[in-house]
């Protein structure tokens, strides 16, 4: 009897997309807010959002001394850098390991780009670059791709101070002087010119609707495809 010796069909299963972590930057007024809601919207329980400086519990008491607290606008750059990677250590242990974990990728609103542009360039005019280097590397988790919502100091000042008497929200980054503004602008120019980062940079000064679905789209694209 001749035995069978053709081969059985192989059935290629095509590996399943491993969670991402995208972060959404962007200066005071970008819109980062605003698409990360839609993004929220449109994606459901597919993903977790959250933001910084907070998203975990103890991480929100550290973005209300860092942000709220009146004494905050006079501390050194080196506390409030302190500041915002202690609450990044938080929140990375709280909720962005365990959400990654369970399959579930991760869109925060700021990470530690904010950090650089915000308290190394715009605050210590880089005095503080080796200590964020240095910080960075003891993260157990690093972004997988960085959109950066870019508008002018200018513009974004506009919005921000028409949404703080709107929402009576804000911190006393919003009341910097526009060279502060334009000093965090080219601290997030200088980040993400690192070749090391993974970034794209999305043209914020156009209708808000159009952002939203460019993100959208680059974000569906970056979580469905391993």
Same mark, same amino acid.
């Given at each position: ?19 991402? $972590? ?15 809601? *839609? ?5 459901? +329980? ?12 103890? *991480? ?51 990470? +530690?780009?904010?950090? $650089? ?26 972004? +997988? ?31 910097? *002087? ?13 980040? $993400? ?23 959208? +789209? ?9």
């Amino acid at each position: 009897m001749q035995k069978n010796t053709a081969k059985k069909s192989e059935v290629k299963i095509k590996p399943k997309p491993q969670p991402k $972590f995208i972060v959404l930057e962007g200066g005071e007024g970008s819109g980062k807010s605003s698409v990360l809601i *839609a993004l929220r919207e449109a994606l459901g +329980d597919a993903v977790v959002t959250t933001r910084e400086p907070g998203g975990s519990p103890f *991480a929100e008491v550290i973005r209300n001394t860092a942000l709220k607290d009146p004494l905050a606008e006079g501390a050194l750059p080196q506390t409030m850098l302190s500041l915002m990677f202690a609450s990044r250590f938080e929140h990375v242990a709280k909720t962005i390991l365990p959400a990654m974990k369970s399959g579930k990728s991760v869109i925060t609103d700021r990470f +530690d780009g904010s950090s $650089f542009a915000y308290n190394v360039i715009a605050q210590s005019e880089g005095a503080l670059e080796e200590v964020f280097w240095h910080l960075r590397k003891q993260l157990n988790v690093l972004p +997988d791709l960085y959109i950066y919502i870019d508008v002018s100091s200018e513009e974004g000042l506009r919005r921000a101070n028409s949404r703080n008497q709107s929402l009576l929200d804000g911190n006393h980054f919003d009341n910097r *002087a526009i060279a502060f503004h334009n000093s965090v602008r080219d601290g997030y120019k200088k980040f $993400f010119g690192n070749k090391e980062i993974k970034s794209v940079v999305v043209d914020g000064h156009r209708p808000i609707a159009e952002v939203q679905r460019e993100v959208l +789209d680059i974000v569906w694209k970056m979580i469905l495809f391993p």
